[in-house]
């Protein structure tokens, strides 16, 4: 079953589904309209992620995937998050930083929270939970 | 002529490779047409190329045949003449074909995918060395969108999640199509025990070890090709990588007969 059926086909309940897309905007593109209640587009401050980005939130406005919410991810400066900021300036940005416990952690295949509970990219990782729970009702 | 495409999770810097790969190739006074089959602009970027986004027009292509494909080229444009006609000219000479850019984004690319499967299927062997990069992922190159190369490079960071993928991806070379050669590129390497890891986990050769480098990621903020920024040991690698496949594959077996540079 693809990601897309998946998506349109499993009945409200109050368990919180977590979907983790293919690289691009192809699931996007098929994922019939209304599918879920919150969209994030994870950017990273190049211009070639932030186009990919762009595309996104606008195949996800045009499809009614509910509340769109950029996460600007690796973000090493105020540069990185000020690129990131203007290219979605009608959009909520929750920045991440970039952090090594995240490499560290892709190295050994291992969760960062595992490493490292309290590493800044894992802390804003957790506010953007708590920010989504809020909003959302859940 | 080679025809080589590149593979691997999203991320992975695939686009960054090949596009790098792309250029040294031309620089050795090869032709080269890079091909992006993602709809979305990569290895633009990484080729120095500006992102263009018109749409190719529709009447391109018309219904095909009852039995055949649902949409082929219309009479009087075969794949030498679409590559002419579509294919923007970058640094170095190269040829830049994107899918993506055949009909626009957000519509139906149906038509464009029958389109691309027919000119990468039909265009003259002689002509090019074709360097491709495809979407993150696996599923097009599960869906044979590589049809047209002789060797797949899967490009693999040495992180558990890149690894898996490559460990997918590897299967192509049981498919009845798949490239004669399935070789592996380790990139964002920093110790040897990065590339043990990989070619541990894969049953494939490691033909080229590509460093970690900061320059890469610079570049990538500058929307610049990693040749046109500080080019170091990453681009010193990919040299060596175009060096093995011009030391594997004969280059030189027909002259170029269409479009050369």
């Known amino acids: 079953m693809s990601a897309e059926q998946l998506l349109s086909s499993v009945p409200e309940s109050d368990t919180v589904i ?22 994030l587009v994870i950017v990273e401050p190049t211009p070639r992620s932030i186009d990919v980005g762009q595309r996104a939130v606008l195949v996800a406005s045009e499809r009614q995937q509910g509340r769109i919410t950029v996460v600007a991810n690796k973000v090493a400066d105020g540069d990185d998050e000020a690129r990131v900021r203007a290219a979605f300036n009608d959009h ?7 952090d090594p416990v995240v490499t560290a952690a892709d190295r050994k295949g291992a969760s960062p929270m595992d490493v490292d509970p309290e590493a800044p990219a894992v ?12 909003t959302t009702g859940t | 002529m080679i025809r080589i495409a590149f593979a691997g999770k999203g991320g992975s810097g695939k686009s960054s490779v ?20 993602d709809p979305l602009p990569g290895m633009a970027y990484s080729l120095g190329i500006a992102v263009d986004d ?13 039995g055949g494909p649902r949409w082929v080229l219309r009479p009087g444009l075969d794949a030498a003449g679409f590559i002419e006609t579509y294919a923007s000219s970058g640094p170095d000479h190269v040829q830049y074909l994107q899918f993506g850019n055949t009909w626009g984004h957000f519509q139906t690319l149906q038509r464009g995918q029958h389109a691309w499967s027919q000119v990468v299927r039909e265009m003259d062997p002689a002509a090019w060395n074709v360097v491709g990069d495809l979407p993150g992922g696996t599923r097009q190159a599960m869906f044979g969108w590589a049809k047209y190369a ?27 199509w798949a490239p004669s050669w399935v070789v592996v590129v380790a990139n964002r390497v920093e110790e040897d025990s990065d590339v043990e890891q990989i070619s541990e986990a894969l049953e494939r050769p490691v033909i080229g070890v590509v460093p970690n480098d900061a320059a890469v990621t610079e570049a990538d903020k500058l929307a610049l090709s990693p040749l046109d920024h500080r080019p170091g040991p990453f681009v ?15 280059l030189d077996i027909q002259t170029p007969t269409n479009g050369t540079p």
């Open chain 1, 18 to 39: 977590v979907a983790d897309l293919e690289a691009g905007i192809g699931t996007l593109t098929r994922l019939p309209e209304g599918s879920v209640d919150t969209t």
């Open chain 1, 123 to 134: 802390n804003a990782i957790a506010g953007l939970a708590s920010l989504l729970a809020e």
């Open chain 2, 54 to 66: 018109h749409p190719t027009p529709d009447d391109v292509v018309i219904e095909g045949p009852e």
């Open chain 2, 18 to 37: 090949s596009g790098t790969f792309a250029r040294l190739l031309a620089r050795r006074d090869r032709p080269v047409l890079a091909v992006d089959s």
């Open chain 2, 150 to 176: 002789d060797v797949l490079a899967l490009v693999v960071e040495p992180t558990a999640k890149s690894i898996h993928v490559a460990r997918r991806l590897q299967n192509i070379s049981k498919a009845e």
């Open chain 1, 92 to 98: 909520d940005v929750v920045i991440v930083p970039v």
């Open chain 2, 236 to 250: 010193d690698a990919v040299e060596q990588l175009v060096g093995v496949v011009e030391a594997t594959y004969d």
